[in-house]
Protein backbone atom coordinates (compact mmCIF):
# COMPACT_ATOMS: atom_id res chain seq x y z
CA UNK A 1 0.00 0.00 0.00
CA UNK A 2 1.32 3.49 -0.57
CA UNK A 3 1.21 6.84 2.30
CA UNK A 4 0.64 9.88 1.03
CA UNK A 5 1.23 12.77 4.16
CA UNK A 6 1.29 16.34 4.12
CA UNK A 7 2.48 19.00 5.94
CA UNK A 8 3.57 22.76 6.25
CA UNK A 9 0.34 24.26 6.56
CA UNK A 10 -0.69 27.22 9.00
CA UNK A 11 -1.89 30.32 9.65
CA UNK A 12 0.03 33.46 7.92
CA UNK A 13 -0.86 36.72 7.14
CA UNK A 14 -1.77 38.02 3.75
CA UNK A 15 1.08 38.55 1.35
CA UNK A 16 3.36 36.08 3.60
CA UNK A 17 4.36 32.75 2.28
CA UNK A 18 4.16 29.13 3.18
CA UNK A 19 5.52 25.94 2.22
CA UNK A 20 3.64 22.70 1.95
CA UNK A 21 5.77 19.22 1.89
CA UNK A 22 3.77 16.13 0.69
CA UNK A 23 5.58 12.47 0.95
CA UNK A 24 4.28 9.16 -0.50
CA UNK A 25 5.80 6.04 0.91
CA UNK A 26 5.10 2.33 0.34
CA UNK A 27 5.47 -0.30 -2.37
CA UNK A 28 6.59 2.59 -5.35
CA UNK A 29 8.01 1.31 -8.53
CA UNK A 30 7.50 5.13 -9.40
CA UNK A 31 4.92 8.21 -9.25
CA UNK A 32 3.79 9.39 -12.54
CA UNK A 33 2.16 13.04 -11.36
CA UNK A 34 1.94 14.28 -7.88
CA UNK A 35 -0.42 17.44 -8.04
CA UNK A 36 -1.29 20.04 -5.09
CA UNK A 37 -5.52 20.31 -5.14
CA UNK A 38 -7.65 22.86 -2.04
CA UNK A 39 -10.55 23.04 -0.94
CA UNK A 40 -12.99 26.04 0.59
CA UNK A 41 -15.53 25.24 3.07
CA UNK A 42 -18.74 24.55 0.90
CA UNK A 43 -16.80 24.38 -2.36
CA UNK A 44 -15.32 22.11 -4.93
CA UNK A 45 -11.46 20.51 -4.69
CA UNK A 46 -9.84 22.50 -7.54
CA UNK A 47 -6.45 21.51 -8.98
CA UNK A 48 -3.70 23.86 -7.73
CA UNK A 49 -0.77 22.71 -9.46
CA UNK A 50 0.50 19.73 -10.68
CA UNK A 51 3.85 17.85 -11.53
CA UNK A 52 5.29 15.06 -13.81
CA UNK A 53 8.01 12.75 -13.59
CA UNK A 54 10.08 14.99 -15.97
CA UNK A 55 9.40 18.15 -14.05
CA UNK A 56 6.77 19.46 -16.35
CA UNK A 57 4.72 21.66 -14.30
CA UNK A 58 0.69 23.15 -14.71
CA UNK A 59 -0.61 25.52 -12.53
CA UNK A 60 -4.05 27.14 -11.98
CA UNK A 61 -4.66 30.61 -13.34
CA UNK A 62 -5.37 32.10 -9.73
CA UNK A 63 -2.05 30.70 -8.57
CA UNK A 64 0.28 31.23 -11.52
CA UNK A 65 3.16 33.56 -10.45
CA UNK A 66 2.58 33.23 -7.05
CA UNK A 67 2.86 29.33 -6.30
CA UNK A 68 6.13 26.69 -7.21
CA UNK A 69 5.45 23.30 -7.52
CA UNK A 70 8.42 20.94 -7.36
CA UNK A 71 9.49 17.75 -6.57
CA UNK A 72 12.34 15.66 -5.15
CA UNK A 73 11.57 11.98 -7.37
CA UNK A 74 14.25 10.34 -5.25
CA UNK A 75 12.95 11.05 -2.15
CA UNK A 76 8.91 10.76 -3.55
CA UNK A 77 8.01 14.19 -2.37
CA UNK A 78 6.66 17.40 -3.83
CA UNK A 79 6.55 20.46 -2.71
CA UNK A 80 4.13 23.67 -2.91
CA UNK A 81 5.68 27.31 -2.41
CA UNK A 82 3.24 29.30 -2.07
CA UNK A 83 4.17 33.48 -2.20
CA UNK A 84 2.17 36.23 -1.77
CA UNK A 85 -0.48 34.76 -0.21
CA UNK A 86 -4.33 35.98 -0.92
CA UNK A 87 -7.08 35.59 1.97
CA UNK A 88 -8.70 33.78 -0.94
CA UNK A 89 -5.84 31.20 -0.99
CA UNK A 90 -7.71 29.93 2.43
CA UNK A 91 -8.62 26.35 2.43
CA UNK A 92 -7.68 22.81 2.71
CA UNK A 93 -4.58 21.76 0.38
CA UNK A 94 -4.22 18.14 -0.46
CA UNK A 95 -1.83 16.01 -2.37
CA UNK A 96 -2.66 13.73 -4.82
CA UNK A 97 0.04 11.49 -6.44
CA UNK A 98 -0.42 9.22 -9.61
CA UNK A 99 1.71 6.14 -8.66
CA UNK A 100 2.91 2.60 -10.18
CA UNK A 101 3.09 0.16 -7.62
CA UNK A 102 4.23 -3.99 -7.91
CA UNK A 103 2.37 -6.42 -5.93
CA UNK A 104 1.10 -10.30 -6.96
CA UNK A 105 3.20 -10.01 -9.88
CA UNK A 106 1.44 -7.20 -11.59
CA UNK A 107 1.83 -3.53 -12.09
CA UNK A 108 -1.13 -1.06 -11.12
CA UNK A 109 -1.35 2.43 -11.01
CA UNK A 110 -3.81 4.31 -9.40
CA UNK A 111 -3.93 7.75 -7.35
CA UNK A 112 -3.85 8.25 -3.47
CA UNK A 113 -4.82 11.27 -1.35
CA UNK A 114 -3.25 12.79 2.02
CA UNK A 115 -5.49 13.85 4.58
CA UNK A 116 -4.50 17.47 3.74
CA UNK A 117 -3.52 20.38 5.53
CA UNK A 118 -4.96 23.55 6.56
CA UNK A 119 -3.76 26.97 5.34
CA UNK A 120 -5.19 29.76 6.79
CA UNK A 121 -4.19 33.69 5.14
CA UNK A 122 -5.60 36.13 7.02
CA UNK A 123 -6.54 39.93 6.01
Known amino acids: QVQVVESGGGLVQAGGSLSLSCAASGSIVTINIMRWYRQAPGAQRDLVAA???????TYADSVKGRFTISRDNAKNQVYLQMNSLKPEDTAFYYC?????????????????WGQGTQVTVSS
Open 96 to 112: NADVTTFSSSKYTRRTY
Open 51 to 57: ITQGGDT
